[in-house]
């Protein structure tokens, strides 16, 4: 009985040894990506100013940017949860982190997902984003620089070890963009002729990411989140910690229909 305690007691202590490692590897996998820098090989770039640019590139921001850095572009809390931590999206207008964007930090966020300081955007969905062709994304920026100056302000982003750990194993997808794109691929994009065409519709819902969601085929797609919220679920019921897994927000689809609705 007691050589059976003594390696039940060991067998325990080597579990957790190895849970131990497997979250220390995680939680570094996860540090890393956040401490990693990307080089970017940039296409000529200047941001349109002239009239219909304008009007193209406020149809763009609003039905593309709007829905997770808000209406007004001052930022949302985009993600926020106690347990999981939070990701908020920042205020965008000239008033914000952008206050110093050149040109080309705006062409090396929105199609690379690489941030000045050459570290990655999390979340940016910028393999999508960055389909559109230079001539939109000059109108886009070009719109981007008239927006009204908001002085608000976001924390960093913020994750719990558990997040670390689920970020680590992969769960929540492609978190740095950066990693999924050619960094070095500086060919002007162009776009098929505008118009009620096929080819337009398909060049619209590439940028749009509508199939990062919907699936390749547009036929659907079991959502990661998914997954995600059966682990807490799970989680919920092992650490029985109710109330703090209540108030999880994700805002990201609703918002993104209200404002494509409204352009569409
Ligand atoms: C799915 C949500 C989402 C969408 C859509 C999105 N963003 Fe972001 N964006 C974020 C998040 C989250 C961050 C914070 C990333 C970080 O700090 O690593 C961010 C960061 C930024 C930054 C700040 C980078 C810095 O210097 O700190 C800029 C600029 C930006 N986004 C522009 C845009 C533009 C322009 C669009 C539309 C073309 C857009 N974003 C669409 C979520 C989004
Ligand atoms: C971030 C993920 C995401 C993206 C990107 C996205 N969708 Fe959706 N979409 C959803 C989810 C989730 C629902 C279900 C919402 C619900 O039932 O409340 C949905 C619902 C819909 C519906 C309604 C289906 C019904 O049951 O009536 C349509 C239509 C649709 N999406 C089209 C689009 C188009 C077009 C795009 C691209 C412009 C797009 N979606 C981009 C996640 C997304």
Redesign the pocket.
């Known amino acids: 009985m007691k050589k059976f305690l003594k390696w039940l007691g060991i067998a325990v202590l080597a579990i957790l040894l190895v849970l131990v490692i497997a979250v220390l590897v995680l939680v570094n996998k996860t540090n890393g990506m956040a401490k990693k820098t990307y080089d970017v090989n940039l296409p000529k770039f200047a941001a349109a100013n002239d009239s219909a640019a304008l009007v193209r590139g406020a149809v763009i921001a609003n039905s593309l940017c709007g829905g997770c850095h808000g209406g007004d572009f001052a930022g949302t809390e985009f993600f926020k949860d106690d347990a999981t931590g939070s990701i908020p999206a920042p205020n965008i207008t000239s008033g914000g982190r952008t206050k110093n964007y050149t040109d080309a930090d705006w062409l090396r966020i929105i199609r690379y997902g690489v941030k000045p300081d050459k570290h990655g955007a999390m979340i940016m969905p910028s393999k999508e984003m960055g389909t559109m062709s230079n001539e939109d994304i000059a109108a886009l920026v070009g719109y981007l620089k008239t927006i009204p100056a908001s002085n608000k302000t976001w924390p960093d982003p913020e994750f719990t070890l558990l997040s670390k750990v689920l970020a680590g194993a992969g769960l929540f997808g492609d978190l740095y963009h950066a990693e999924i794109i050619d960094l070095q691929d500086a060919t002007t994009k162009t776009a098929p002729e505008p118009g009620p065409t096929v080819a337009y519709g398909a060049y619209t ?1 590439g940028f ?3 199939k ?3 699936g390749d085929n547009l036929n659907g797609k079991k ?1 990661r989140t998914q997954f995600l919220l059966l682990v807490q679920i799970l989680l919920k019921v092992v650490i029985s910690e109710s109330g703090r897994w209540n108030n999880l927000k994700i805002h ?3 918002e ?2 209200l404002k ?1 609705k409204q352009w569409m």
């Open positions: 819902v749009h990411g509508c990062s969601c919907h959502h990201y689809a609703p993104q229909h494509a």
